[in-house]
């Protein structure tokens, strides 16, 4: 496979466009055409992961953190992100980011994070006001409707919360002319004629807009098929920042916190809020959540992510917002194994190898 096949497969998954505007996404380093038949997927791309790539022969590292945060403004052996750079294209090793966007899909980071401490009924916490939705309108004969409504669907259209292959279907006469370079499907050339078509609609994604128009175009029977697309307000209710459950049974917030560090194999866990207190309902942001916990509901007990701060973590207690910040890296790092088993299952003969990079922090006791 090339890595522009890779990267392909991978903006499936976390399509680029949900990114949030000021994020960096898709592949950094690497030409699109050269071989990847084997990835490895880390969390962060530093030398130890350039290191590992290595040693695993791989072609192409696919990472959640971004290698290129910053423009580099040179290319000086002496500015170690842009050492890494070069090291990165003299070993001919692309490089492919999937960040913000890979943060708010479905089965995304939070998602997994809530899969890993045990979470129920899990759902999203903060719809993403970005995540875009279009209503795609075309027009077909009767005989390919269920045909059409079968891919467009498979490519992501078509889905209100947990409901899928939500179309609508309106009976009309369409009208058209083939020229003298056609191939009509139906009716003759130069004549114009009547065919009895269905109207069908459907809501699709704004990042998933292509996918679905080439499933659309693949199984319409129409040489030109006519459709519109038209720019809704609505967002996209399943793509959300964070995600929220509830545990199978009311822990002490001290047993909670323990339950998590446990889970995720942390060094230490920080906590705030009385560790006697019952807690149930979760909410989750794998990462940097803290500046999120002040739009947290009050209806939910406790909340799990990193990097909170002095004064996030003072506006939390006065709420009564339990938290337990496990780290930034420890509360992303399920979704390593995710993204490499998917490009398992979605690229055959590809080795894929992981890399579980060492704590950024260590804990000192003594």
């Known amino acids: 496979m090339k890595v522009r096949d890779i990267c392909e497969i991978l903006n499936q998954l976390a399509p680029g466009e949900l990114a949030y505007s000021w994020d960096k996404t898709g592949l950094q380093t690497g030409d699109p055409d050269s071989e990847a038949n084997r990835v490895l997927v880390a969390l962060t791309v530093d030398a130890k992961t350039l290191e590992a790539a290595k040693r695993s022969k791989a072609q192409m590292i696919a990472a959640h953190h971004p290698l290129i945060w910053r423009p580099l403004e040179s290319l000086r052996r002496d500015d170690p992100n842009a050492e890494l750079c070069l090291a990165l294209a003299e070993a001919g090793i692309a490089c492919y980011v999937a960040h913000t966007n890979l943060d708010v899909v479905p089965g995304g980071v939070s998602h997994r994070l809530a899969a890993v401490l045990g979470l129920c009924d899990v759902r999203p916490l903060f719809q993403a006001a970005h995540a875009a939705q279009v209503k795609l309108v075309t027009f077909v004969p009767a005989s390919y409707l269920e045909a059409l409504r079968t891919a467009v669907c498979g490519a992501g259209a078509g889905r209100i919360g947990d409901y899928t292959c939500c179309t609508f279907t309106t009976p009309g006469t369409g009208t058209f002319k083939p020229g003298q370079a056609s191939d009509p499907f139906s009716g003759r050339k130069g004549k114009l004629n ?19 128009l080439q499933a659309m175009i693949a199984a319409h029977p129409y040489e030109e098929p006519a459709y519109d697309i038209v720019m809704l307000d609505n967002p996209d209710p399943v793509i959300a920042l964070g995600a929220r459950g509830v545990l199978d049974a009311a822990l002490s917030l001290g047993e909670f916190a323990g339950h998590v560090r446990a889970r995720l194999r942390a060094g230490h866990v920080r906590v705030i809020g009385n560790l006697k207190r019952k807690v149930r309902h979760v909410a989750v942001i794998g990462g940097s959540g803290g500046g999120d916990l002040e739009r947290i509901p009050d209806d939910v007990d406790v909340a799990v992510t990193g990097d909170v701060k002095y004064h996030d973590g003072l506006d939390a207690k006065r709420r009564r917002l339990a938290v337990v910040d496990a780290g930034h890296e420890v509360t992303e790092r399920p979704i390593v194994p995710v993204l490499a088993n998917y490009l398992r299952k979605q690229c055959s003969g590809v080795r894929v190898d992981t890399f579980n990079e060492p704590d950024l922090f260590k804990v000192v006791t003594k």
């Open 194 to 212: 009547e065919e009895p078509e269905l109207r069908f609609e459907t809501l699709v994604p704004k990042a998933r807009l292509g996918s679905v």
